[in-house]
């Protein structure tokens, strides 16, 4: 289990937060805490919001401990101070790079994820305003709407028209970011 993996660094990083400077504690953060939290989150995300709201308060409490910041501190200021994303907007922000690969570097996707997404302009007699968006299929089930096909195409339609066609991947991660920190 996840949360398991990461509690162990709560009393190490305790025991090293007065002794370590600020960029070193971001560098482990990085290394050891926010890798685990990036691996597989577009899955996990999904998950029962119980398992996703213990990681984030173990999470808080991390990024509390590294800053040496008291336990009334604003959640939002430790995230920024680490120029890092809250767990559900780490999950937004990992769709929406995965989006973005369908869109403009679908030959670095596996074979599989080709036909994932559907645009409006592909589909016949589909002339929208929106017909350069993903068309976005309804799913009556709370586990179709859980998709990353329903959920990318929602989060892909309701990204603002500038980071969209940001053709390269390493000057659209930061606009994405940015954006995800405004919202």
């Known amino acids: 289990m996840l949360s398991l ?5 709560t009393s ?3 025991k090293v937060r007065n002794d370590l400077p600020h960029a070193v504690k971001k560098m482990i953060y990085f290394a050891l805490i926010d890798l685990h939290l990036n691996y597989g989150v577009e899955i996990y995300g999904n998950c029962c919001q119980t398992y996703v ?4 308060v173990l999470n808080n409490k991390i990024l509390r401990i590294l800053q040496n910041a008291p336990q009334d501190s604003k ?4 995230y920024n101070n680490f120029n890092t994303l809250t767990l559900p907007n ?8 995965f989006v973005h690969k369908f869109f403009h570097h679908r ?5 599989i994820f080709s036909s994932y997404f559907t645009k409006n302009t592909d589909l016949p007699n589909h002339n929208t305003r929106s017909k350069n968006e993903l068309h976005l299929q309804l799913f009556s089930t709370t586990m179709g709407q859980r998709s990353i096909t329903y959920k990318g195409s929602q989060l892909w339609c309701s990204l603002p028209e500038y980071p969209k066609y940001i053709i390269s991947t390493r000057l659209f991660k930061p606009k994405l970011k940015k954006y995800l920190h405004s919202v």
Not at 5 to 9: E, P, T, V
Not at 53 to 56: A, I, V
Not at 90 to 97: C, G, M, S, W, Y
């Open 107 to 111: 030959h670095q996707l596996p074979q």
């Open 75 to 78: 959640v939002v200021d430790l």
């Open 12 to 14: 190490i990083f305790y």
């Open 5 to 9: 993996r990461i509690i162990k660094f």
């Open 53 to 56: 709201n213990k990681l984030m």
């Open 90 to 97: 780490l999950h937004k922000f990992n769709i929406l790079l």
